[in-house]
């Protein structure tokens, strides 16, 4: 079965520190992965997508995340964190179908990021 | 203004009420979804949409039922809601069709919290 682990239920980080967040998954076929962030009282935001080519995508607020085929991974990386960027994080993952009926998009349970001033 | 609009925002209901959840999308969008989140167990898909009279069920699809009679609306009935329903519920559009939609990310709408009592 598919499935998606982000194995920290929260990550506390200073202001002006590299973050990380991590998120490994399951799939029987080659998957497209995707970060999104959910601000308080609000819907998910997309914040960027592997789909394929580089293994190094960049996204939105300056979030990037490298995709790791042989690790499973797709941790979410910041240089430098901001206390607006606290919020909760979900990893998700679909698995791409030739043809077929497309496959549902899975979520982690989500890693809530706490940046500290 | 590209957006997916959820309504109501936030309802309070009695078990075995029925009641309808609406969800419309301004962006000409094939695919639309519903999902609940509950704390600890991330987003969870109820039901998916592939385009207008294709609906098919996701991971936690008992006690609700969706119609897709027009593009942009995806309405999540539940018939008979009890407490175990109680959760908060987002409704999501994409791009795409059977095939090309997984590599598509999704937008959110606000989301709806729903209390059964």
């Known amino acids: 079965a598919q499935s998606v682990a982000q194995p920290e239920d929260q990550v506390n980080v200073a202001e002006g520190n590299p973050l990380t967040v991590k998120c490994t998954y399951s799939?029987?076929?080659?998957?497209?992965l995707f970060w999104y962030v959910q601000y308080p009282n609000r819907g998910l935001q997309f914040l960027l997508k592997y789909i394929t080519g580089d293994n190094l995508v960049k996204g939105s607020y300056g979030f990037e995340a490298e995709f790791n085929k042989s690790q499973t991974s797709f941790h979410l990386k910041k240089p430098s964190a901001l206390v607006s960027d606290s919020a909760l994080y979900f990893c998700a993952v679909r698995v791409r179908n030739y043809g077929g009926s497309q496959g549902n998009l899975i979520f982690g349970k989500g890693t809530k990021l706490s940046v500290k001033p | 203004e590209a957006q997916v609009t959820q309504n109501p925002r936030y309802l309070i209901t009695v078990t075995g009420k029925k009641l309808t959840v609406t969800c419309s999308q301004n962006m000409n969008h094939e695919y639309m979804s519903w999902y609940r989140q509950d704390p600890g167990l991330g987003l969870r898909q109820i039901y998916y949409?592939?385009?207008?009279?294709?609906?098919d069920k996701g991971d936690v699809p008992e006690g609700y039922k969706v119609s897709r009679k027009e593009k942009r609306n995806f309405p999540l009935i539940l018939e008979s809601p009890s407490p175990n329903q109680t959760s908060l519920y987002f409704c999501?559009?994409?791009?795409?069709?059977?095939?090309?939609?997984?590599?598509?990310?999704?937008?959110f709408g606000p989301g709806t919290r729903l209390t059964v009592t």
């Open positions: 799939v029987s076929g080659n998957p497209y």
């Open positions: 949409s592939m385009n207008v009279e294709v609906t």
């Open positions: 999501a559009s994409s791009p795409g069709s059977v095939g090309a939609a997984t590599k598509y990310e999704q937008y």
